[in-house]
Every structure is written in C-alpha cells, then in structure tokens.
C-alpha cells in the first residue's frame, strides 16, 4: 500500500513513522509513505498556504489552489488512482470498519487540514470522503493521519508476526472487546491469575474467554452488543452474563 500525506507539518510524522510496526511494514515494503510539504505547491513569495474566509469572521481558511495541486500532482503517476481522504472534525467516524476497508486500496492520499478550515471546493471537487478520528478538535489532521495509518496498516498481510495476528483476529473479532490478559507471576501481592488460566484445559479456556469478552463488552461498550451478530450460544452466554451483572450490581 502507498500512502501520500500532504501536511503543512511534515516532521511531525518523523517519530511514529520510523518506530515499530511502521517502521517493520516500510522496511519490509509491504508500506510505502510519502510526505509533501503543502508549502511546495505554492508559487508566492511567501508560499503561502492559507487566507481570510469570504464573508469575514475570523481565523483563516486553507486556500484551495496548492492542495489541488499537491493531490493532481502525486494522482498524476499512481495507477490505480489513489483514494483521497481530508481529515477533519467533520468527517465520518473512523472504526475498525472503515480502517479494513481502507486497507484493501493499493493508494491513498491523506490531506492534513490545519488553520479554521479546509476551502468547501475541496470537500466538493477534490476529496473523495472526509473522515474524523473522534468527536473532539484536534489542531491539526497531522495527528488524525497517524492513528489511521496505524489502524490501517496493522491489517495489511505481512505486517504482524503471527502471534500478533492470531491475537488481532480475537482482539475486536466480531465487534466484541478482548478477554483480561494475565501473566507470571500466577499470584502477584495477593493477587490471583483465574484458575481456568492454569488448568490446561483449553476448551474451558476458550469458553472463558469468549465469556469475558462478553462480560467486557457489556461492562464497557454495551453499545457494540446492538450492532453484531452473536451465535445461538453466545446469546446464551450474554443472557447469562446479563443476569449476573444484574445480581452483582443489585449487590452494590
Ligand atoms: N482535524 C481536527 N480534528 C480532527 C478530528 N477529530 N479527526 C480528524 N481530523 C481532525
């Protein structure tokens, strides 16, 4: 996958992208990402990049010319044509939905807004969706970028080991939140690891988890249970999860 970022800040991307998985995916070329300079696309003096909205009020807004530019610029050598994306406050949610989804194009652009505001002719004649990371204002779509990249990456072949990726397909796997983890120390200031963890019995240990990811799910996030299918048996251990939180919390 190659990934175009165009950002007013390209060293911010210095750190998170030369660490870790990221790093692993770029060096193994199962990741390739370019960094662009929006000050590049202008032809001023100053270069500048952004101006006083029409209209008046205040703060400034992203003027349209270099960011069409950079983007007809980077579409110009990339086949199949890239799939261009404006991070921004007002975008749809980013989940992991939408991150397997952006995993399976081979090219995309991301675009960094920054200032006020983005020119609405590039929302409407540049950019194929506009996403957000959260409901909340960040300063710029430089940090927005970097958690999707991440998100997206991670479901790229190739790019776990295979220990990471067989936890992957349990972690979130049909829109549920993991199981507790634990390690040694088997008992830690008093502290004991669930007996199930140490029997060796892994049919009781795969129940137990999946009952936990349950449990979890319904503890934290019991929003997610509305929107995922659940086998006849998970129902069953749902209701029966139901029924004990309704006892421990009658408890309280
Ligand atoms: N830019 C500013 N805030 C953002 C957000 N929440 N998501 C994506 N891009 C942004």
């Known amino acids: 996958m190659r990934v175009d970022i165009i950002t007013l800040f390209p060293l911010m991307f210095k750190g998170p992208f030369e660490e870790s998985i990221i ?42 010319e270099p960011l069409f530019e950079a983007v007809e610029k980077i579409r110009e050598r990339l086949e199949p044509p890239p799939w261009v994306i404006l991070l921004s406050p007002q975008g749809v949610p980013f989940n992991q939905g939408k991150a397997k ?15 006020e505001g983005v020119d609405e002719r590039v929302r409407e004649h540049l950019v194929d969706e506009e996403i957000s990371i959260g409901d909340y204002v960040l300063t710029g779509g430089e940090l927005a970028a970097m958690v999707l990249v991440d998100v997206v990456i991670r479901m790229l072949p190739g790019v776990l080991g ?20 634990y390690t040694r120390p088997a008992s830690f200031r008093g502290w004991k690891v669930p007996a199930v963890l140490l029997s060796g019995n892994h049919q009781e240990i795969e129940r137990w988890r999946r009952r936990k990811m349950l449990e979890n799910t319904l503890k ?33």
């Open 23 to 64: 790093r692993r995916a770029r060096e193994k070329g199962i990741l390739e990402i370019y960094l662009h300079d929006l000050r590049m696309f202008t032809h001023d003096k100053h270069r500048t990049v952004d101006d006083a909205p029409f209209g008046g009020g205040g703060g400034m807004v992203m003027k349209p």
């Open 101 to 115: 989804e952006l995993a399976g194009k081979r090219n995309i652009i991301l675009i960094c807004g920054r200032y």
């Open 162 to 181: 295979c220990e990471d990726s067989a936890r992957k397909d349990s972690f979130f796997h049909g829109g549920l939140l993991d199981y507790p983890q």
């Open 220 to 252: 934290k996030r019991p929003d997610l249970l509305e929107r995922i299918n659940l086998s006849r048996r998970e129902r069953k251990f749902l209701e029966e999860v139901i029924d004990e939180y309704k006892v421990e919390k009658g408890r309280k």
